[in-house]
């Protein structure tokens, strides 16, 4: 079974990254590359600090699921 794609929920300068399947390390770039398991990560759920116009893409990894597509999100 594969992860759901992760969504983004902005406010302000903060952006929640999160995916329906719960628990999981959500992998993201914020430079417009694909992430990979070397890229930045946070929990699913979780808040980074954004500015306008950056490309936001992330992956969810979940044990014992596949790898979710990669979700994009470009910051207002």
């Not at 990560?41 to 597509?69: E, F, P, R, W």
């Amino acid at each position: 079974m594969q992860a759901i794609t992760p969504t983004f929920s902005q406010t302000g300068s903060t952006l929640t990254i999160s995916s329906a399947t719960s628990g999981g390390t959500i992998y993201y770039t914020n430079n417009g590359t694909t992430p990979t398991h070397s890229s930045s990560s946070i929990s699913n759920g979780d808040t980074i600090i954004v500015s306008s116009g950056q490309t936001i893409k992330a992956i969810l990894d979940v044990t014992n699921y596949i790898d979710s597509l990669v979700g994009t999100y470009i910051t207002s």
